[in-house]
């Protein structure tokens, strides 16, 4: 079993569409969660961290269920420039060292 | 504010060679410094992770070895390069074990 698991995707989705991503991790002991997204070949950029209360950004909310061992990143009103891999982050260890997902591509079409 | 350089950006070696890739990191102190690798179609893995100079870890065993020789210096290193060794490197800082925040990464190929 991945320490992390996500969506495999790819998603297209319209342009103003509501997308939601899940993610499960196998550590009980993780500390910190985190969704990145990364462009073609680029640097993974830290689009938010998540919260067991949940949290907002903008058009981007984030929920944590520790008991579930679950986090979902949910996308309103799409942008094409949303459109990215989406990585669902968990941190562990005495270093907080980072598990990655897979990723899940999304595509938003005009 | 914090920037974080990778360098060089893309490097293409024979199978055999050795390796030098070089990240360091400017407007801080003593991060936490990381080396993750990316291969083709698949997710990012860690390497190493630094706490301090000269103090390495290593998560996976590999053909690949890291040093700090400064605070805000972190060298991925190679004596042999193979053909599994090309991907797509990256560096990462932290502060207090907080969010990690990445370089622009090198591009590696070995042929």
């Known amino acids: 079993r991945k320490e992390v698991e996500q969506d495999p995707g790819p998603f297209n989705v319209p342009e103003g569409a509501t997308v939601a991503f899940n993610c499960t991790y196998s550590?009980?002991?993780?500390?910190?969660f985190f969704w990145y997204r990364q462009d073609c070949r680029k640097e993974p950029k830290l689009l938010m961290s998540v919260y067991s209360s949940g949290n907002e950004d903008g058009r981007f909310t984030a929920q944590l269920n520790r008991a579930s061992q679950y986090i979902s990143l949910l996308i309103r009103d799409s942008k094409l420039s949303d459109s990215a891999t989406y990585l669902c982050?968990?941190?562990?260890?005495?270093?907080?060292?980072?598990?990655f997902g897979s990723g899940t591509q999304l595509t938003v079409l005009p | 504010s914090q920037t974080i350089h990778q360098w060089p950006a893309t490097l293409v070696q024979p199978v055999g060679s050795p390796l030098s890739l070089e990240c360091t990191v400017e407007?801080?102190?003593?991060?936490?410094l990381y080396w993750y690798r990316q291969a083709a179609g698949r997710g990012l893995q860690l390497l190493f992770y630094s706490v301090g100079i000269g103090q390495i870890s290593s998560e996976v065993p590999q053909n690949l070895s890291a040093s700090r020789p400064q605070d805000r210096q972190f060298i991925l290193s190679s004596k042999k390069l193979l053909l599994s060794d090309s991907g797509f490197y990256l560096c990462a800082w932290s502060e207090f074990y907080n969010e990690q925040f990445f370089g622009p990464g090198t591009r590696l190929t070995v042929l």
């Open positions: 550590n009980s002991a993780s500390q910190s």
């Open positions: 407007g801080t102190s003593n991060p936490n």
């Open positions: 982050v968990v941190s562990s260890g005495s270093a907080r060292q980072l598990t």
